[in-house]
């Protein structure tokens, strides 16, 4: 069995696979010591990925080390089965890194873009021969919302609606309208840009808000809340393959 984590900017999440399915799966706001040995209780682990997009924590990694057979910590150095492009891979977010490997696992030989909607939105484009282009960032929804009542002094904090209004009639629609269609009509400009550029490009959307923008686009979409799971597992069983 494999043991996935993927430590993110808000929460972590913890997979166990067996034969490439998903076992078990947890999110967790703090991810400890004491709820990984429950885990590897429950679960006979003996390989594992640990993926951090925050500062590692060394002694959660030295527990892992001592209780699996083997540990793969991601980082720029370890062996992919996709062609990086990118200019500074020391750089670049571990998951956005396994979003894309999620998405070659899953559509291999095909034009992808994967559009992840968290704390950031990410754009990443991969080609039909594998081979990861790059991407973009821009700031996630909830990040929109917390920056406009952040820095300036009258807007209030408010959250996603889920109706939308075309026009806001409030300061609260105003500023909900505002965000939301703007990440839609950016999503929407960045995805009808790449199609025509790269025929029968095919679009994933994950990360925590991706059911919220699923149904909003105008272009076809398919979404997938797990796909850094998924690459992350990819990357475990590329590097451990005879």
């Avoid at 494999?2 to 998903?22: H, R, T, W």
């Avoid at 980082?75 to 089965?81: F, R, T």
């Avoid at 571990?94 to 070659?104: E, I, K, M, P």
């Avoid at 994967?114 to 700031?139: H, K, Q």
């Amino acid at each position: 069995m494999n043991l996935i984590i993927e430590q993110g900017n808000s929460a972590s999440k913890v997979a166990v696979y067996e034969n490439g399915e998903i076992e078990a799966y947890f999110v967790r706001k703090c991810l400890d010591r004491s709820f990984l040995e429950e885990v590897l209780r429950d679960h006979a682990c003996d390989r594992g990925i640990f993926s951090s997009v925050v500062e590692e924590d060394r002694d959660l990694i030295s527990f892992l080390k001592s209780r699996l057979k083997r540990l793969l910590v991601l980082d720029e150095h370890v062996a992919l089965p996709i062609q990086v492009k990118y200019e500074t891979p020391n750089t670049l977010g571990r998951d956005r890194l396994a979003a894309v490997v999620g998405a070659y696992t899953l559509k291999p030989r095909q034009n992808v873009l994967v559009i992840d909607a968290g704390t950031a939105i990410t754009y990443e484009l991969l080609d039909a021969s594998g081979c990861y282009l790059g991407g973009n960032i821009s700031p996630g929804m909830s990040t929109r919302f917390h920056a406009l009542n952040a820095y300036t002094s009258q807007l209030p904090l408010v959250s996603e609606p889920e109706v939308l209004p075309a026009i806001g009639v409030s300061t609260e629609t105003a500023i909900q309208a505002g965000v939301v269609k703007g990440i839609i009509y950016e999503m929407d400009g960045y995805i009808d840009e790449l199609k025509a550029r790269y025929p029968n490009l095919f679009v994933f959307l994950t990360g925590g808000h991706s059911f919220y923008f699923e149904s909003r686009l105008k272009n076809s979409i398919f979404a997938d809340i797990n796909l850094v799971l998924i690459g992350l597992n990819r990357i475990l069983e590329y590097n451990v393959e005879d």
